[in-house]
């Protein structure tokens, strides 16, 4: 009796927990930046957790001994590129969003080369290597070389997105573009932008999102195809077909803190991996300042891409002006030894326990870049907002945050004094900010079910099935003049354009028969008396 209750019991558990058979998944994640990472992270682990074999090509590995079946290839050498990269906050103001796609393009370009070459790497996609996957784990932004991975090993690919995926992205799914919805990453992204006539800017919106998807296609695109084929041999797809047809894509997005816009059934909003229940304790010096500061403090941090060390020497001044004149602690994340001129309400760190000090109940204010990692943290523990956008999708995030009340947008190449503290007055001494983020945190918390639970089961499906062709959108295989009935408007144009010709033909000979007519007695008649 005793073996037939066990026997039941581990056939409960089993038919429960549903691990089904491990799978051997190779996950690429080449974006330098740690806020990408970390998403990312967070569900190659839960799969590790899950049973399935993974080799994961980092640079930003967790390096973490304990884990079997967990394989990184590190490529933090890439850092060394993103370090030749301009000032950003200079830049923002002089160019477009394809601007600072140009600004990024050789050095993404580069880092592709740079992991086709890592031995490691190599020794996994050597025609000779016999390894075999189950399933590519890809990130989309800018390094579609890498998708030829792929190919080489005959397996589905994901598609993961650590924001809103970028136009080029948009268009290869077959998702509508939309040139002036506010989803739009390439909104507001040139500062000062076209002139407020409405049309005029639509018409801006247009050209600026056209442009980037047919330089993408176009252009760039062949330039990793050039790559991919140097490395993997030239009877690989062409890489518009392998990202269409890509299986699916992870989008970490959530419906309360994005603008809601129409997706193909392949788009699976994830959101939140990274944010924590477990919140580390602060380090003892700084949780006794922040217990100590009873009316309140300020946090201020630009992400890690964006630097505080990159600010003007004129914004410096007036951020440092403006929180002088504050009552409340400041706590800034600043990439230098020294800050000149530091008032004594403020301490400087280089490093940051970012989601701890959001977490403390004394928090009045997060000023940031409008980073979306940044933004799910702050929803999460509640704390009403300032942002001052740079780059990619920070300008998009902040829209969002500002059109449900729960923050201020400025300005960063164009910040005075006066409308800093106007702005941190008003959010911090304004209780509808913290009530309204309440209320937002509380509609992000109601979900159906568990975001990465279900990310799980969409993986899993995409191995059960060895893809999913089944989510393919037919609108991905439609050139783009039939995706935006642009043929049917030439048609129609043409057309009105021809039967408005033949109308004034036709009224033409109306009107000189008319003449004619009227004109021709006359003459006889003068003839008679002559």
């Not at 086709?116 to 020794?123: A, C, I, N, T, Y």
């Not at 080489?152 to 799914?173: D, E, L, N």
């Not at 729960?406 to 959010?427: C, H, P, Q």
Request: one cysteine or more; glycine letters at 4%; charged letters at 20%.
């Amino acid at each position: 009796m005793s073996r037939r209750f066990i026997l039941a019991v581990f056939t409960l558990l089993a038919s429960v927990l549903d691990f089904g058979e491990a799978a051997r998944i190779l996950a690429v994640f080449p974006a330098v930046s740690v806020s990408h990472q970390v998403v990312f992270r967070k569900l190659t682990l839960a799969l590790n957790k899950r049973g399935h074999e993974l080799f994961v090509v980092t640079p930003s590995p967790v390096n973490d001994p304990s884990l079997k079946n967990y394989t990184e290839i590190d490529t933090s050498i890439q850092y060394n590129e993103k370090d030749a990269l301009p000032n950003l906050i200079e830049l923002r103001g002089k160019v477009d969003w394809f601007g600072f796609f140009e600004v990024f393009e050789p050095m993404v370009t580069e880092q592709v080369a740079q992991i086709f070459e890592h031995p490691d790497l190599k020794k996994l996609y050597d025609p000779n290597s016999g390894e075999k996957f189950d399933l590519i784990l890809m990130q989309m932004f800018t390094y579609p070389g890498l998708m030829a991975l792929a190919e080489r090993f005959k397996a589905p690919m994901i598609g993961i997105v650590s924001a809103s995926p970028q136009t080029s992205v948009q268009y290869a799914i077959g998702n509508p573009i939309l040139h002036s919805d506010p989803s739009n990453w390439q909104l507001d992204m040139k500062i000062p932008g076209p002139p407020s006539w409405i049309p005029w800017k639509r018409l801006d919106n247009f050209i600026q999102t056209w442009r980037f998807i047919y330089y993408h296609r176009t252009v760039f695109l062949p330039k990793h195809q050039k790559i991919a084929e140097k490395y993997l041999g030239n009877d690989i797809p062409d890489l518009h077909d392998l990202e269409k047809n890509i299986s699916l894509i992870f989008v970490n997005q959530q419906g309360p803190i994005s603008f809601a816009r129409p997706n193909v059934p392949k788009v699976i909003e994830i959101g939140g991996f990274h944010v924590t229940d477990n919140i580390k304790p602060l380090p003892k010096d700084l949780k006794k300042v922040l217990d100590e500061a009873t009316q309140g403090f300020i946090y201020m941090s630009l992400g890690s891409n964006v630097k505080s060390n990159m600010l003007s020497e004129k914004a410096r001044n007036a951020f440092i002006t403006a929180f002088s004149k504050l009552p409340y602690k400041v706590i800034w994340k600043f990439e230098d030894d020294q800050l000149e001129g530091k008032p004594d309400n403020v301490i400087i760190l280089k490093w940051a326990p970012q989601q701890s000090i959001l977490a403390h109940p004394n928090i009045k204010l997060f000023i940031y870049q409008g980073g979306l990692q940044s933004t799910e943290e702050a929803v999460s523990h509640a704390v009403p907002l300032i942002g001052f956008p740079v780059m990619s999708d920070q300008d998009m995030n902040l829209r969002k945050m500002v059109s449900v009340g729960v923050a201020k947008k400025l300005e960063i190449t164009k910040i005075n004094e006066d409308d800093f503290l106007e702005a941190i007055r008003t959010v911090a001494g304004d209780d509808g900010y913290k009530q309204r983020m309440l209320n937002l945190r509380s509609l992000l918390k109601d979900k159906p079910h568990d975001i990465l639970e279900n990310a799980i089961w969409w993986t899993e499906h995409v191995i059960r099935h060895k893809g999913a062709p089944h989510l393919h959108s037919t609108t991905a295989d439609e050139p783009w003049y039939q995706r935006q009935d642009m043929d049917i408007i030439a048609f129609l144009t043409s057309l009105f354009v021809i039967s408005l010709i033949l109308s004034l033909l036709v009224f033409y000979k109306c009107i000189i028969y008319s003449i004619r007519l009227f004109s021709h007695p006359t003459v006889k008649k003068s003839k008679k008396r002559n």
